[in-house]
């Protein structure tokens, strides 16, 4: 048991970090480079309305997945393509990142690009690297919406997305749907933890939508305090050790968004109320 939740333990906290280092990047070379300065998906990030934008985008991208796993689920090639898709473009903003350290803004996005192409063409013909895939693409896709909210629409957005959550989970039951399927077909769309225990395999999965979150707020504190984004990164942390252990004792499926997010709401109104931001 131990081995499984820390080993998602680990994988969140290796997305956490790679999108906390991704966003200070990106921060960085915003005004200066316009395949950096494209990423923005609203220059108004104050505007409230943005959140409710966000969630739109986020309601249509799920039935448009119930209506492609429902409609053409035994054609994989449709989902291997998205999966190609995202995790191509959302690595890519990693690796500039990284080669941000060595090079300039040139090399480092024709470089990003390169190997961001190379991630996904490696996941399609090799299944195994699937959680190294999903914590790269959830880092890109964490600092995207990260840089284009400032904290409050970001509050907003999370709280919608957790009653969401609970709904597609206890509710309408499509998030169970579609992460069975995600599960079944081994598409980079969670995090796995495997331990064979007493002969049988157990697993844990955490879908990629549990990681990006908390990247969003982390990588929207930046601008406002950094003693914030560490707070957000506690929280998120200790609250999703909790609901791992509690998930794995009862052996049963629940939303892991509320309390991820009411642990990061809770360590960043701490640290406001202790005076640090």
Do not use: C
Not at 102 to 128: E, M, R, W
Not at 186 to 201: H, P, Q
């Amino acid at each position: 048991m131990r081995k499984i939740v820390a080993g998602i333990v680990l994988f969140f906290v290796l997305s956490q970090l790679l999108g906390i280092y991704t966003g200070v990047v990106i921060l960085g070379d915003i005004q200066q480079n316009p395949y950096v300065s494209s990423l923005v998906v609203t220059t108004d990030t104050e505007s409230t309305a943005n959140a409710l934008f966000f969630m739109l985008y986020v309601l249509v991208g799920a039935a448009l997945m119930i209506f492609l796993i429902r409609k053409f689920g035994l054609h994989l090639i449709i989902f291997r393509a998205m999966e190609f898709l995202l995790l191509s473009t959302a690595s890519s903003i990693v690796f500039y990142s990284v080669l941000r350290i060595f090079f300039g803004y040139d090399i480092s996005t024709l470089g990003g690009i390169i190997l961001g192409l190379s991630l996904a063409a490696i996941k399609l013909f090799k299944p195994s690297f699937k959680n190294a895939a999903a914590i790269l693409a959830t880092a890109g896709v964490g600092v995207i919406f990260g840089i284009s909210l400032s904290p409050l629409p970001v509050i907003i957005f999370l709280l919608l997305l957790s009653i969401y959550d609970y709904i597609s989970v206890f509710k309408t039951r499509h998030m169970v749907e579609m992460a069975e399927f995600i599960v079944k077909k081994d598409l980079a769309f969670t995090v796995t933890s495997k331990e064979v225990i007493e002969g049988k395999e157990r697993r844990i999965d955490l879908g990629t939508g549990d990681l990006i979150a908390p990247v969003i707020f982390e990588v929207s504190t930046l601008s406002y305090s950094p003693a914030a984004t560490v707070l957000v990164f506690i929280g998120a942390l200790i609250s999703l050790a909790v609901f791992l252990l509690l998930v794995w004792k009862k052996r049963i499926v629940l939303p892991a968004l509320p309390p991820i997010v009411f642990g990061m709401l809770l360590f960043f109104l701490l640290g406001m109320l202790l005076g640090f931001y």
